[in-house]
């Protein structure tokens, strides 16, 4: 379906034509009625605006310790601060405007004002260095930065290695400027398929890649995944740990809550006590994390702290099945499980209540269409192991990166890297990575699935597996595992733990070599960077 897409109000026409080639784009579905939106149509004035124009300006908005905002405290916060933006710091539609700061009720108002005046957000991960700074600062051609003080370290070195942020505001200075500004801001009318995002992928595989999101995407987004799988109203609070720079974390914290006019805790050191701290001082009924913290709750929780949750949500690594299984007896709450992707915004395979099936990830969700392929393209049955490809209201578009534009999307359909099965029903079950397959002595063996045989032994608190090269077998499978606290005689774990795996899954995928490590590579969203430990391997054994 051909949606109208508005007029362009972008003065700065960067993203636009930065954009990849309009027939490299993958297919995109626009049939629902709810995702019919007005051309002209700004993603802050559906979000912020339209709760305090229906008179809901009272209601609880952003929640924490120290503060607690109306939606009315917010829509002032953010229109004071795009006049800042525009009136004095001369911000154009469709400038790049980079946002620093951990969730924070500054860092959603800031996120608010850029959007507001018709600018592209790039928010950052809050432990980024100076140097990866610059490659995102030279990649979106970034000429602004709104930084919260508590990370000026890098930025001031920052300035001294790029060129391209010409100005950097810290949160002090916006705030005594915006007090000086009206609250009253109209709006940038833009269109709906105005770029409105640049969301840079958390570097599981290498080097980060931006992706481009409009107007559209985001909204469509909460729509779908809140009409088929994740029902949410006003009434609901949600909290999570993702940084609002993730785009998981920005649709679990900012979009979606806010489209229902639901409330959000932001929890700014997201630990495992902070969080259930959080779900029991707020009594919040949707939390969303990665696996790994669910993981780390689980010595923390107990029924009555669960009490208040309708959901949990999972995304940004697989969910092994030990970890739901030992979460839902611990609090008596399944965890909902996702895949999503950066590349296209959010969560597009879930299932939730009653839908939920252990061990798989989910039906795609409501708006969009998920199959099982092979190399070339064509749909495999069901039961057989292939690429996930995806299609739906949001795809991807990556930032002045064609090659890579030709290897995410194949005739029209968004291939995420991931190998799934589908079974006759629908539901879809995580495999591999692509480039986590092993491929050992002809065998095909999905790491993590190894991990997950692995995370079931009452001694292991995280592993990771990757293909180690072996002269005999092509690669073996290497396991990378931490200990628990207290567990002993680590010259006999290695042999416990492989006849452990060899007694719940086909003997073959056993790892043939175990190392224990302190803690694995991860990124600031908690995926493990796998990529660095094949690396690792690789010079080890000095394989080019």
């Not at 930084?147 to 949160?171: N, W």
């Not at 790994?292 to 995304?315: G, I, N």
Request: with cysteine; aromatic share 8%; proline share 7%.
């Amino acid at each position: 379906m051909t949606e109208p897409t508005g007029r362009t109000v972008h003065v700065d026409r960067f993203v636009r034509e930065s954009l990849p080639p309009r027939d490299t784009w993958p297919d995109l579905l626009y049939d629902l009625p709810e995702l019919r939106y007005p051309p002209q149509t700004n993603v802050a004035s559906e979000i912020l605006d339209a709760h305090v124009d229906a008179g809901r300006g009272e209601a609880p908005c952003l929640l924490g310790e120290s503060f607690s905002w109306t939606y009315r405290d917010l829509w002032h916060h953010a229109n004071r601060i795009a006049r800042v933006l525009v009136e004095d710091l001369d911000v154009a539609p469709g400038n790049r405007v980079m946002l620093r700061a951990p969730n924070t009720p500054m860092m959603v108002a800031a996120w608010m004002a850029v959007v507001k005046a018709g600018a592209v957000v790039v928010a950052t991960m809050p432990l980024l260095r100076s140097r990866e700074l610059a490659v995102i600062a030279e990649r979106a051609r970034v000429p602004l930065a709104l930084v919260d003080e508590r990370l000026s370290e890098e930025m001031e070195k920052l300035s001294v290695e790029s060129r391209d942020v010409q100005r950097v505001v810290y949160f002090d200075e916006l705030l005594e400027r915006a007090a000086l500004k009206s609250f009253e801001f109209e709006n940038v009318r833009t269109a709906i398929d105005d770029p409105v995002l640049i969301a840079f992928t958390s570097g599981t595989t290498g080097k980060p890649k931006g992706c481009v999101h409009f107007h559209r995407d985001l909204l469509a987004s909460a729509d779908t995944f809140f009409k088929g799988t994740l029902p949410c109203s006003a009434s609901d609070v949600f909290t999570g740990s993702p940084p609002l720079a993730f785009t998981f974390g920005l649709g679990m914290e900012v979009i979606f809550p806010m489209r229902v006019g639901a409330s959000v805790a932001l929890v700014e050191k997201p630990s495992p006590e902070a969080l259930l701290e959080t779900v029991a001082r707020h009594r919040v009924t949707v939390l969303a994390t990665a696996p790994t913290a669910y993981r780390a709750m689980l010595k923390h929780v107990s029924r009555k702290d669960a009490e208040s949750l309708k959901f949990c949500v999972s995304a940004g690594e697989t969910l092994p099945l030990p970890t739901g299984e030992a979460w839902k007896e611990a609090t008596g709450r399944a965890i909902v499980d996702g895949i999503g992707a950066t590349e296209m915004f959010h969560i597009f395979i879930s299932a939730a209540g009653d839908a939920i099936r252990p061990g798989a990830t989910g039906r795609a969700v409501h708006g969009y269409e998920a199959r099982v392929v092979d190399d070339n393209g064509e749909e495999l049955p069901p039961g057989e192991v292939g690429r996930l490809a995806v299609r739906g209201p949001t795809g991807c578009r990556y930032l002045d990166d064609p090659d890579r534009q030709k290897e995410y999307v194949r005739g029209g359909w968004n291939y995420t890297g991931d190998a799934y099965r589908m079974d006759e029903d629908g539901y879809f079950y995580f495999q591999a990575r692509t480039d986590d397959m092993i491929v050992s002595a002809g065998y095909n063996i999905s790491g993590p699935e190894v991990e997950e045989a692995l995370l079931a032994h009452e001694a292991v608190l995280d592993c990771a597996c990757v293909a180690s090269p072996d002269p005999e077998r092509g690669n073996i499978v290497k396991a990378f595992v931490v200990l628990k606290p207290g567990a002993s005689d680590l010259s006999s774990m290695p042999a416990v733990l492989q006849d452990f795996v060899k007694a719940s899954i086909a003997p073959y995928k056993y790892p043939r070599e175990v190392e224990f490590v302190e803690s694995l590579p991860r990124t600031e969203t908690g995926k493990v960077q796998r990529f660095k430990l094949r690396q690792l391997e690789k010079e080890r054994k000095h394989v080019p």
